[in-house]
């Protein structure tokens, strides 16, 4: 496309493959959660890549009002044996070949100053603790962030000055949201309704402290502590995965869907 992607341009529909199903519809993806937040980062392998994405798989809950994906420039099948279809709760979209990178025109930079934050650095600082090296000289793929709706029309777009100049989170994109007047009118609760939500509130039972009704096993010290039900069972933490064999591979297909609009 000639120039950056702005808002009121429209994204085509395309096929694209993740770790863990080939030849997906993005159509589909934006017909089941929109509007739908599209960031898009490095490789899978980097630091700055893995916390984000392990941030957003943290606190996807937050995002109440629509959806969102995260862009990769990895290989499918390089990720599939660690990603499964319940690793992350969000899509993982990959692009090895940077077809839609290059379609979008998001910049590569090799300067480090430039494409480093303060974050950037710390993030950075404590990966290379544990084992990781960046390649000396090869350039940085800079982010970008899209919010598009159910017809792929961008309401949104932000080309990332550095590494991590992405949203923070997932409570961070349901505040853009908010802001960019994107979530769904609540209508008035009439005062009888309202009155009947909280009566049912008040008789739920307290999970906030032990209780004999929950079952128990003990604890290290002896103690007897409540078992989690399906409902309270803690988040496992999202694994982190080593950095993947970036050869080219195409796995993106741009104004490949073989669906018409009609």
Not at 50 to 75: I, K, N, P
Not at 125 to 148: D, N, V
Not at 202 to 214: G, I, N, V
Not at 246 to 258: E, H, N, Q, R
């Amino acid at each position: 496309m000639a120039g950056k992607i702005s808002v009121g341009d429209k994204l085509p529909f395309f096929l694209y493959d993740t770790p863990y199903s080939a030849q997906n519809r993005f159509r589909d993806l934006l017909a089941a959660k929109s509007p739908l937040v599209l960031v898009f980062m490095a490789n899978f392998g980097h630091p700055i890549t893995r916390t984000f994405a392990s941030r957003y798989a943290a606190t996807h809950g937050a995002l109440r009002d629509g959806g969102m994906a995260l862009v990769v420039r990895s290989r499918a099948d390089k990720l599939s044996h660690s990603i499964h279809a319940d690793t992350l709760p969000y899509p993982l979209l990959c692009d090895a070949d940077g077809v839609l990178y290059d379609y979008l025109e998001i910049p590569q930079n090799s300067s480090t100053l430039m494409t480093y934050s303060l974050e950037g650095w710390r993030i950075l600082r404590e990966a290379k603790k544990q084992g990781y090296r960046a390649s000396k000289g090869a350039p940085q793929q800079l982010p970008l962030t899209l919010i598009l709706d159910r017809d792929g029309t961008v309401l949104f777009s932000h080309y990332g000055a550095s590494l991590t100049d992405v949203p923070e989170d997932c409570a961070a994109m349901q505040s853009l949201l908010e802001e960019l007047d994107l979530t769904p009118d609540v209508p008035d609760i009439e005062p009888e309704a309202f009155q009947q939500i909280s009566s049912r509130r008040e008789s739920r039972p307290d999970y906030s402290t032990p209780s004999q009704d929950l079952p128990q096993r003990r604890s290290h010290h002896g103690r007897r502590r409540p078992v989690p039900t399906d409902d309270f069972m803690p988040v496992e933490p999202i694994r982190e995965y080593g950095s993947p064999d970036l050869a080219k591979t195409s796995v993106v297909s741009l104004f490949d869907d073989p669906y018409d609009d009609d």
